[in-house]
Nanobody
């Protein structure tokens, strides 16, 4: 199993970004997948997840300005982030294989496989 993130970079406050995660090893629609982010000195925290049946979950910090989606043909997971704020600056990680329980979707221990991350820097 391999997850490879891309799409990170520098963007101004108020802007938008699309993060991608190319998955190999199994189908992106066959498992629960998610996005986490981490800033220096802080724990990795889940911000969005999508289950195999398509249901989604978002952390309060990004709800209403982010969308998690997948392209089965490309076997790729996406995270669209809008109205970006400086506090969204972080390294963003793609992850797969979870037990779907909304109480635990923000916890790294609930997920099995991880990408190496892509950095996002939002300037004011």
């Amino acid at each position: 199993v391999q997850l490879v993130e891309s799409g990170g970079g520098s963007v101004q406050s108020g802007g938008s970004l699309r993060l991608s995660c190319a998955l190999s090893g199994y189908s992106v629609s066959s498992v629960c997948m998610g996005w986490f982010r981490q800033t220096t000195g802080n724990q990795r925290t889940g911000i969005a997840a999508i289950d195999s049946d398509g249901k989604t979950w978002y952390a309060r910090s990004v709800k209403g300005r982010s969308t998690i989606s997948r392209d089965n043909a490309k076997n790729t997971l996406y995270l669209d982030l809008d109205s970006l704020k400086p506090e969204d600056t972080a390294t963003y990680y793609c992850t797969s294989e979870c037990d779907w329980d909304e109480r635990f979707l923000s916890l790294p221990s609930n997920f099995g496989y991880w990408g190496r991350g892509t950095p996002v820097n939002v300037s004011s």
